[in-house]
């Protein structure tokens, strides 16, 4: 289908793309000439959508991983950070810090703030028992 994390498509978007899958599917071409277009939203392809993880990404993080690197590790880190910018809408703002910083007494103490933090959302057949176990404990600890 047609993605839009921002609603930027329309109708005349949406026609004209589903007139191109109408003539690839039923077009006068002959059934075995036909090549379906493979945009990449779900693995990467060359020449598809941009993804976070591609095959440059990975090479530059393994070869820092197994050979202790640092040339690569900085190298995959400016990759990383391109593809967020290039993949997510995070990735496309930019905080602005203000000049003075608000006055401590202003801030909410850790202990008012944790008793929200909510874990129990977070489904046993989505975590490991060793990931609920822990969560459990840190719950606990914080007064969660």
């Known amino acids: 289908g047609t993605a839009s994390r921002i609603g930027g498509v329309n109708f005349d978007i949406l026609l004209e793309e589903s ?43 393994q070869e820092a991983t197994k050979y202790e690197n640092k040339n690569a590790y900085d190298k995959y880190c400016e990759a990383a950070m391109n593809s967020i910018q290039d993949c997510t809408l995070r990735g496309q703002m930019e905080i602005a810090f203000p000049d003075t910083g608000i006055d401590i007494s202003e801030v909410e103490p850790a202990a008012n703030i944790v008793k929200r933090f909510a874990t129990g959302a977070m489904s046993f057949g989505s975590i490991s028992l060793e990931a609920h176990t822990t969560l459990a404990m840190a719950m606990n600890r914080l007064g969660g």
């Open 19 to 61: 007139l191109q899958r109408h003539e690839i599917a039923f077009g006068e071409d002959e059934c075995d000439s036909r090549i379906l277009r493979n945009p990449g939203f779900f693995h990467w392809r060359s020449g598809g959508e941009k993804h976070i993880n591609d095959p440059t990404s990975i090479g530059l993080l």
